[in-house]
């Protein structure tokens, strides 16, 4: 069965720094990954996935993601933050169940939160 | 157009009630999805349907948890003689068409649940 570690419970940065969000993952075949955005309040937003092809992917909002099958990993950056960047992110690796049906695996998830 | 729609989007119910939640999905979208996000457990899978069929029920927790979809569209998740550990926000998303692992699901905004 897949799935999804995110080691990061709580990260705090500046406004104006990078990130990096790190998400680990395990599952038999090829991966198709997914990171999403939660703010207070609201749905569950795509930010960007990975399926195949070029490893770095881009995102909504400035996000970018690198697929490093070497380390099972799917870290997501962002050069810059700004403080609506404040949310919860969650990883998710998309798979069939041996029953045949279709999910999505999360990880626990990664709050953020932006100081000015 | 519209987004996928969540009612009721906070519900209150005593412990042994029964309840419904309620799914619109995005016009089109033949594949829908319920998840459930609780502070412990964090995002889980809990059904998927492709049309009107759920090939694997095994994610719903336990047997008074039902579900169903007419129509190919509104799904109902029906909760039955609830207890406080179904207290969590429940989520749908819908996707285009399932051919592939390709397909974005889009999540709605969740109905809150609290069991007392």
């Known amino acids: 069965a897949q799935s999804v570690t995110q080691p990061d419970i709580h990260i705090t940065v500046s406004e104006g720094a990078s990130l990096e969000l790190r998400c680990n993952y395990s599952?038999?075949?090829?991966?198709?990954l997914f990171w999403y955005v939660q703010s207070p309040g609201q749905g569950l937003q795509l930010l960007l996935k990975?399926?195949?092809?070029?490893?770095l992917v881009q995102g909504i909002k400035g996000f970018e993601a690198e697929f490093k099958r070497s380390q099972s990993s799917f870290n997501l950056r962002k050069p810059s933050v700004h403080w609506s960047d404040a949310a919860e992110y969650f990883c998710?690796?998309?798979?069939?169940?041996?029953?045949?049906?279709?999910?999505?695996?999360f990880g626990k998830g990664t709050k953020l939160s932006v100081i000015p | 157009g519209a987004g996928v729609s969540q009612s009721p989007s906070n519900k209150v119910t005593e412990k042994g009630k029964d309840v419904e939640l309620r799914c619109d999905p995005i016009?089109?979208?033949?594949?829908l999805y319920w998840y459930r996000q609780s502070l412990g457990q964090g995002l889980e899978f809990l059904i998927y349907?492709?049309?009107?069929?759920?090939?694997?029920k095994s994610g719903l927790p336990s047997d008074r948890f039902s579900a169903e979809r007419t129509g190919g569209s509104v799904s109902t998740l029906t909760i039955q003689r609830t207890q406080q550990e179904d207290s969590a926000v429940y989520l749908c998303?819908?996707?285009?068409?399932?051919?592939?692992?390709?397909?974005?699901?889009?999540f709605g905004p969740g109905t809150r649940l609290t069991v007392l």
């Open positions: 998303a819908s996707s285009e068409l399932l051919i592939t692992h390709t397909d974005t699901q889009y």
């Open positions: 599952y038999g075949a090829t991966p198709y």
């Open positions: 990975y399926f195949s092809g070029d490893t």
């Open positions: 998710a690796v998309g798979a069939y169940s041996g029953a045949g049906s279709y999910q999505l695996t």
């Open positions: 016009s089109g979208h033949t594949a």
């Open positions: 349907f492709q049309g009107n069929s759920a090939p694997d």
